[in-house]
């Protein structure tokens, strides 16, 4: 039985974290000479549904299509070109994604897969979207299933590794936990298959040059990345308030064997997820527009509330969904600052409407918000008192 699911009331090292991003290697999930490895893949959700049962979101980042679809068509182990990997992912992710429909599916869980390119992490408007689908899934008791859309990608446009990838991914839904499954088990002090006294870091507090020092470079057969990767997705993930784990995935119930203690190094967070995605709207892009609210709306952005249209009076600004706004006071000072929901045209035409009216302006149903609260940070404080609209 699967000791993730902590059924005795222990707490354990899971015990803390609410959505957790796990990243599957592929060489965890495909064997080269018989393909899929069924009964592993069974028993990951095993404890999947374990998480599940404990009230903890999961979304799975699954390497193993192009791994699978050699298998499938039969190219055996010698270096492909671009066309054939592509292939060869295109065929593999077909029966990735029904593998994990079903071995989700018989422990009671629904699932949806998303395959994402560089542009959908990196893209202020895309990132909105692909964060959307997944916080959906989320909301909906389903499991996302993600890999990088091998299919048309080409090198310069996409990430080629999932560890990057998943810390993206961890980043931009604020996983608070990411777990890198894979064929070693943490961090060695030096690379561990030439020194046999190599010594694993069970804890690192920062990714120092040191830290740095000791990723050999230790990409297997089938996987792309190797520590380097898992390093820079140390850095994207524990700077985005999530904290990484990197640990040995070869067992069966792989998540149960780190939940009971197993070896690990762990990847301290440098804020929470909310403090560091806060930190960066309120610090890192120059606001490309401003809107101005109305002091209705100033009160209930003080509150804690999201902007609705209803409280705009004006916009000013060349914006698209996405980007970083400035909010202003009636009185014309910054009060807050957020990632708009809106292009600028659709803005200036939603500006002073009630929800229930946008959708016969903009021709499609209005997402609730112009800045989601989750979105937005506030900056200011104000002395009077307002009324809520
Ligand atoms: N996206 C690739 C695949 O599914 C795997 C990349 C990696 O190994 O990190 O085959």
Redesign the pocket.
């Known amino acids: 039985m699967s000791t993730a699911a902590n059924s005795s009331g222990r707490s354990s090292f899971l015990t803390p974290y609410k959505r957790i991003t796990v990243k599957i290697?592929?060489s965890l999930l495909v064997d080269p000479s018989t393909g899929l490895k069924q009964e592993w893949l069974s028993s990951l959700a095993d404890d999947i549904a374990a998480l599940a049962a404990q009230k903890k979101e999961i979304l799975v980042v699954?390497?193993?299509?192009?791994?699978l679809g050699r298998t499938i068509l039969g190219l055996g182990s010698r270096a492909l070109r671009l066309e054939e990997s592509q292939a060869a992912?295109s065929a593999?992710q077909i029966a990735?994604a029904s593998a994990w429909s079903a071995a989700l599916g018989a422990v009671g869980l629904k699932s949806g897969q998303i395959l994402v390119t560089l542009g959908d992490t990196e893209e202020r408007r895309r990132y909105l979207n692909a964060r959307a689908t997944m916080a959906t899934l989320l909301k909906l008791g389903a499991v996302p299933v993600i890999?990088?859309n091998?299919t048309t990608a080409t090198s310069e446009i996409r990430y080629?590794?999932?560890?990057r990838l998943a810390a993206r991914v961890a980043a931009m839904i604020g996983s608070d936990l990411l777990v890198l499954l894979s064929d070693v088990d943490g961090l060695y002090d030096r690379p561990p298959g030439e020194n046999t006294d190599a010594r694993l870091i069970p804890v690192v507090d920062r990714i120092t040059p040191e830290i740095e020092a000791m990723a050999g470079d230790a990409a297997s057969g089938?996987?792309?990345?190797g520590m380097k990767t898992k390093l820079e997705a140390a850095r994207i993930a524990t700077t985005s308030g999530a904290t990484m784990v990197i640990a040995l995935g070869t067992r069966k119930n792989p998540l149960s064997a780190i939940a009971g203690n197993g070896t690990k190094t762990l990847f301290k967070a440098s804020a929470s997820p909310v403090r560091a995605y806060k930190t960066w709207i309120a610090g890192n892009l120059e606001p490309a527009g401003q809107i101005t609210i109305d002091q209705g709306a100033e009160g209930a952005l003080l509150r804690g509330k999201s902007l609705l249209a209803v409280g705009i009076t004006t916009i000013k600004g060349r914006f698209v969904r996405g980007d970083t706004v400035a909010v202003l006071s009636p009185a014309g000072k910054e009060i807050a600052r957020g990632l708009v929901a809106y292009d600028a045209a659709d803005a200036v035409k939603i500006a002073g409407l009630k929800s229930t009216q946008i959708e016969s302006v903009l021709g499609y149903e209005a997402r609730a918000a112009v800045i989601h609260r989750d979105d937005m940070v506030v900056v200011g404080t104000r002395t009077e008192t307002a009324t809520d609209s």
């Open positions: 290697g592929s699954s390497s193993g299509a192009i791994a992912a593999g990735l890999n990088e091998d080629g590794d999932n560890d089938l996987s792309r990345g």
